[in-house]
T-cell receptor
C-alpha cells in the first residue's frame, strides 16, 4: 500500500452518463497526476497538479474531461457524457517536488471504468 | 515528445534464472527513468529508478543500467522467483512521464 487511495475502485456506467472519481494522495505530496491505462498498455499521462494549480494537460484530455484539486489535497476527475472508448483504468499518482527534485511517483490502485 | 519502446512484450524464465528487459527513449532531455511492477488488479509499484547522472544502480536482486549516449536503459532481475511474475513497465521523464507498453514476465517454478 503506497498511501495513495482512489475511490471508487470499480464503476460501471451507461453511455452518456457522467462519472466522478476521487484521489487522495500521500499527505505531504504536492504533485498529483492522473493517468489512463487500457488493457495491454502502459499508463498514459492525462494531467497533473502542483498544489491546487493544474499545470499541464495532455491532448488526450478531451473537453469532456475535467480535473480539480481545490485545496491542494485530494483531486477529482470527472468525465461527462461517457463513451465506450472511455472504458479504462484511471490511475492517480503523487510525488513530492522540492529543491531536491524528487521525481518518484507513487500510484494508487486505480478506478476501473466500464461504459456499457 | 518522448517515445518509449520496451522489449520483449513477454518473457518466460525458469525460477532462479535471470531476466532482462530493455527500453529505449527518444528525448535526450529525459533525466529520470523509473521501473514499475504491476500485478493484476493493482496500480503500478515503483521498484527501482535511475537518474541521468548515474550509469547503474542495484537493489538486492534488481539492477538498472542506463546508457545516455545510446538512449537505452535496462532492468535486470537475478535469481528470479515465482512472485516476480507480473507486468513490468519502464518510463522516461522529461516534461511528463512516458511509459513503455510493458513486459509480462512469467517465472516458472
Amino acid at each position: 500500500d503506497t498511501g495513495v487511495s482512489q475511490d471508487p475502485r470499480h464503476k460501471i456506467t451507461k453511455r452518456g452518463q457522467n462519472v466522478t472519481f476521487r484521489c487522495d494522495p500521500i499527505s505531504e505530496h504536492n504533485r498529483l497526476y492522473w493517468y489512463r491505462q487500457t488493457l495491454g498498455q502502459g499508463p498514459e499521462f492525462l494531467t497533473y497538479f502542483q498544489n491546487e494549480a493544474q499545470l499541464e494537460k495532455s491532448r488526450l484530455l478531451s473537453d469532456r474531461f475535467s480535473a480539480e484539486r481545490p485545496k491542494g489535497s485530494f483531486s477529482t476527475l470527472e468525465i461527462q457524457r461517457t463513451e465506450q472508448g472511455d472504458s479504462a483504468m484511471y490511475l492517480c499518482a503523487s510525488s513530492l517536488m522540492g529543491t531536491g527534485l524528487s521525481y518518484e511517483q507513487y500510484f494508487g490502485p486505480g478506478t476501473r471504468l466500464t461504459v456499457t | 515528445g518522448e517515445n518509449v519502446e520496451q522489449h520483449p512484450s513477454t518473457l518466460s524464465v525458469q525460477e532462479g534464472d535471470s531476466a532482462v528487459i530493455k527500453c529505449t527513449y527518444s528525448d535526450s532531455a529525459s533525466n529520470y527513468f523509473p521501473w514499475y511492477k504491476q500485478e493484476l488488479g493493482k496500480g503500478p509499484q515503483l521498484i527501482i529508478d535511475i537518474r541521468s547522472n548515474v550509469g547503474e544502480k542495484k537493489d538486492q536482486r534488481i539492477a538498472v543500467t542506463l546508457n545516455k549516449t545510446a538512449k537505452h536503459f535496462s532492468l535486470h532481475i537475478t535469481e528470479t522467483q515465482p512472485e516476480d511474475s507480473a507486468v513490468y513497465f519502464c518510463a522516461a521523464n522529461s516534461n511528463d512521464m512516458r511509459f513503455g507498453a510493458g513486459t509480462r514476465l512469467t517465472v516458472k517454478p
